[in-house]
Structures are given as C-alpha cells and as structure tokens.
C-alpha cells in the first residue's frame, strides 16, 4: 500500500472522513469492530444488557417515528447507506454503518435500513389514579407480549405491567409485534401484590372457572390479569375475581393475546 493510500484499521471505512468510498457508504462509516456496533448488538440480543443501561434498540423507520411520535429520548441513529437521512429529524445524532454491518447486525433476515438506540422510561410503580391496566403474568412469548402492548393501547388501557418472569417488553420480538404501542402505553415492572397496593382489582382469567366476561361487572379500577401460555394463572393465584371466555368449539383456550385482547376491549367497552 503507498503512503497515499487511506488507512484501514478494520473499525471505520477506508475512505477520508465525509467522503463516500466506493462501496456508496461515507467515509466515517462504523465498521463491524467498532465499540458502537458491538453495542448494538448486546442490546439487542442481551437483556441483562438493556437493564444495565437502560436502553434498548429499534429496528426500522416505523419504529423510530413511533418512539419520536411519543416523546422518548433517542440517543442516537444509525444509518445503512441505503437509508434516506431525511427520516432522521433534527437534532438527533446520527452515524452511517459501513457496509455489510447491519445485516450481521440486525434480527431479521430483511433487515430496515435504520437502527436507533432510545432510552428507557424505567417505571418501578403504578401511578395513582390507574383505571384500567393489564398484566403479564409470566408470558414467555415476546410475540404475544406485542400483541397484548398493542391491543391495551388500542383499548385505551393505562397501562401494562409485566411481573417477573415474564418476556422482557423491549425484546426486539416484543417491540415489532406491538407495532408502536409501546410508546404509546405506560409499561411497568412489579408484582400482583404492588398492583393490588395501587388500589385496582385484580381479575384473573381462566379457561375453566369464573363469570362469563360478556357478564362480568368491569367498573374500574381493574387489572386484568393473564398467565403463561403453557399454564395460564394457577388456581391459587392471589386475585379478587375471575372471569373466563366461554366457547363453543372443541379448543380448550384461546391463545394468551387473543382472549387478552378480548377482554381488553370488553373492559374498555363497561368503562
């Protein structure tokens, strides 16, 4: 190589800083070793690492409208070179990925050509005056968890809670499957006991036992509460009512999502 020639150090693209390389990606794009984009990747694939920083990352432009549409605080984008800048507002930081990155990068196989890391809006409690609030008890699925962040925002639901054990709400799983939602609905960490403490009444859903829901007395305050998809709640679980979905066919439970949703607009409908 001559001493004209820009040097590589395998981190950033070849090419002077501001210009574009020949491959179309400018010149102060983040290569694959880069601090940054090692990252990228424990956030988005560790959630021990989303708890210690607080942070999570989103995947695509729909994604990165819907957490500006709703105030969070992103820290800063990342652009494949196929990326329109004019997606990113003002006032963001912005890096370029060289090329090749974000597709060892990213978690799907048709990666979106925007990345952004945003930060955290960590609730530890229910504020007061809640009046409708589901809760994941024990969820495993991060698609099921979407679907529910995205039906009890479109019911208009105060919040989630997620309690412990359940799917981490900004797995990258979840955040696609709630299309948006979650940054349009108040998602929480805690335990039946401190939902109860913030004065709703928990009602637990079951395949087998309590008041038919198109019957049931939804007056708010009330927390819905749903269990894993493999178990359900346990007969014992410590909630003041139940109400079930009863069905005429052979199955013998609607999948988790679905008979939350149900219920989410059938409390939203009494409210």
């Known amino acids: 190589m001559s001493a004209s020639e820009p040097a590589s150090d395998g981190v950033r693209g070849r ?9 179309g990606t400018p010149g102060d794009a983040l290569g694959f070793r880069h601090p940054e ?8 694939g560790r959630r021990s690492a989303r708890v210690d920083e607080d942070a999570f990352v989103v995947e695509g432009p729909g ?17 494949d070179y196929r990326a329109d800048p004019a997606l990113v ?5 912005v890096r370029h990925l060289g090329r090749g990155v974000l597709e060892r990068v990213a978690t799907t196989e048709t990666p979106q050509p925007i990345l952004a890391v945003v930060r955290q809006r960590v609730d530890r409690a229910l504020p007061a005056a809640m009046r409708l609030v589901l809760v994941a008890d024990g969820i495993n699925d991060p698609g099921n968890l979407g ?9 208009g ?21 709630s299309a948006g939602a979650i940054f349009h609905v108040r998602v929480v960490v805690g335990t039946l006991d401190e939902v109860r ?49 009863t069905h005429a066919g052979r199955a ?3 999948n988790v999502a679905m008979a939350a949703t149900l219920l989410c607009f059938s409390a939203a409908a009494s409210r």
């Open 157 to 177: 639901f105060d919040a989630v809670v997620t309690t412990p054990g359940t799917v981490d709400a900004y797995n990258p799983k979840v955040l696609r499957a």
């Open 15 to 23: 090419s002077p800083r501001g210009e574009v390389s020949e491959t």
């Open 147 to 155: 679907t529910m962040l995205r039906s009890a925002e479109a019911a």
């Open 63 to 79: 994604l990165l409208a819907e957490a500006i549409a709703g105030g969070w605080d992103v820290e800063t984008v990342y652009l």
């Open 252 to 254: 013998e439970s609607l």
């Open 197 to 245: 403490a913030a004065g709703l009444r928990l009602v637990g859903t079951s395949s087998h036992t309590g008041t038919d829901h198109t019957g049931f007395d939804w007056r708010p305050p009330v927390a819905i509460v749903v269990g894993s998809e493999a178990h359900g709640l346990a007969d014992n679980a410590p909630v003041d009512d139940w109400v079930r979905i």
């Open 37 to 44: 984009i090692q990252r990228l990747r424990r956030l988005l």
């Open 89 to 93: 507002p003002s006032g963001i930081d």
